[in-house]
């Protein structure tokens, strides 16, 4: 092994490092696969909502000492559910009560954290993510989530395809389309609360979204688009942890930022392939 290569593979030797890229490798498994049908949906803003929306219930566990991941969870469940009344007793619409539960509870997370003592500590690990940190308590939990996202998008492939079509469709089929779509935003929760550690709750869309874009620029069947925005994101995790232990930036926004340039540079390449694509000459149309 040459200097220059060992000095590269330098931080694999270290335990945190490797946790946080296993970790970062889980996440962006179940993003791989729910970032797909977000970006097919067209459901980015619940995305950036939720990952806003659980930041009351992690502020409070940080400052209660409580598992951050479950006052994550109940933050963002009690949102989902906050948005689906809001529909059906308000009458407003779906991006209307988005909106006022995403203000309502990125302003409720604010205010516990400034009444932390560690308000700068806590605000930029919540905000920003804190993927070197990640425990194996945190890889069992991150394993699980990845095993059951992928295990109901799998079942459930069916009923979103039809309901990504019509609604009416999905009704017509027998596929029950509320609960298609009711187990899609549950999907959307689970990645966005897994994603939390690794890029925290501002960069989390990121992660979510660019993977499944840049798979996009290749392919237009679903599964083969959810293996390769996996494989994208799998990348980003590696680039971003590299960077910046070698640049002293910080992890997750380094690992948010790999996957937008990662999107970038798919685009780049699929449009520089169409450019030198030879274009097939005329068929000459014979004289009448």
Not at 86 to 115: C, E, K
Not at 251 to 261: D, E, F, K, N
């Amino acid at each position: 092994m040459t200097p220059s290569l060992a000095a590269l593979l330098t931080p694999f030797t270290l335990e945190f490092f490797q946790r946080g890229l296993i970790g970062g490798a889980l996440v962006a498994v179940l993003c791989g696969v729910v970032g797909t049908w977000v970006v097919v949906r067209g459901m980015a803003f619940l995305g950036e909502a939720l990952a806003h929306g659980m930041l009351p219930g992690v502020a409070l566990a940080t400052v209660l000492g409580a598992p951050v991941l479950v006052g994550g969870a109940v933050s963002a469940v009690a949102m989902s559910i906050g948005i689906g009344a809001l529909q059906r007793r308000a009458r407003l619409s779906y991006d209307t009560s988005i909106g006022l539960l995403f203000v309502a509870m990125l302003a409720l997370g604010v205010i516990v954290i400034s009444h932390s003592g560690s308000f700068a500590t806590d605000a930029t690990a919540i905000l920003f993510g804190d993927i070197l940190a990640i425990t194996r308590a945190d890889l069992l939990l991150l394993a699980a989530a990845a095993v059951v996202g992928v295990t109901v998008a799998a079942l459930c492939h069916r009923p979103f395809v039809a309901l990504a079509l019509d609604a009416r469709i999905a009704t017509v089929l027998g596929l029950r389309p509320r609960w298609a779509q009711a187990a899609l935003v549950g999907l959307v929760t689970l990645a966005v609360v897994a994603s939390y550690q690794a890029v925290g709750s501002l960069l989390v869309v990121g992660l979510l979204l660019a993977p499944a874009v840049a798979a996009g620029q290749w392919t237009s069947r679903l599964p083969t688009r959810m293996a390769l925005a996996c494989a994208f994101g799998v990348a980003a995790v590696l680039a971003g942890l590299l960077a910046s232990w070698y640049a002293a930036t910080a992890a997750g926004a380094s690992v948010a930022a790999a996957a937008i340039a990662l999107a970038g540079l798919s685009w780049a390449a699929r449009v520089a392939v169409r450019t030198r694509r030879p274009i097939a000459p005329p068929v000459p149309v014979a004289a009448s």
